[in-house]
Nanobody, 126 residues
């Protein structure tokens, strides 16, 4: 089971980035991936990991942390076993390592995902 995140980088405040997370492995065959709820978490230096956004298996429901509402958009392409996080109007406080995650539950604050990907660094300069 692998969740491969990509798309991080360095951007100026107000800029945009798009993160991708591709799922592979036996538990994430094309059919199975579409049954998993997905999400993104982030961890800033010296802080605990925090929830960012969760999306249901169908893509019909999303749940955003208040800090990113209106700026981040989460989507999924089940045919490609991939989820995307479009991040606009980035702020220096968005600087963190972003982690992709998957679970049979809808991911939201307080839910600890079963599967984690490796992180991708996002740095927003002021």
């Amino acid at each position: 089971v692998q969740l491969q995140a990509s798309g991080g980088g360095l951007v100026q405040a107000g800029g945009s980035l798009r993160l991708s997370c591709a799922a592979s492995g036996r538990s994430f065959s094309t059919y199975s991936f579409s049954t998993y709820n997905m999400g993104w978490f982030r961890q800033a230096p010296g802080k605990e990991r925090e929830f960012v956004v969760g999306i249901s298996w169908s893509g019909g429901r999303t749940y955003y942390a208040d800090s990113v509402k209106g700026r981040f958009t989460f989507s999924r392409d089940n045919a490609k076993n991939t989820v995307y996080l479009q991040m606009n109007s980035l702020k220096p406080e968005d600087t963190a390592i972003y982690y992709c995650a998957a679970d049979t539950q809808l991911l939201r604050p307080g839910v600890n995902p079963t599967y984690w990907g490796q992180g991708t660094q996002v740095t927003v300069s002021s």
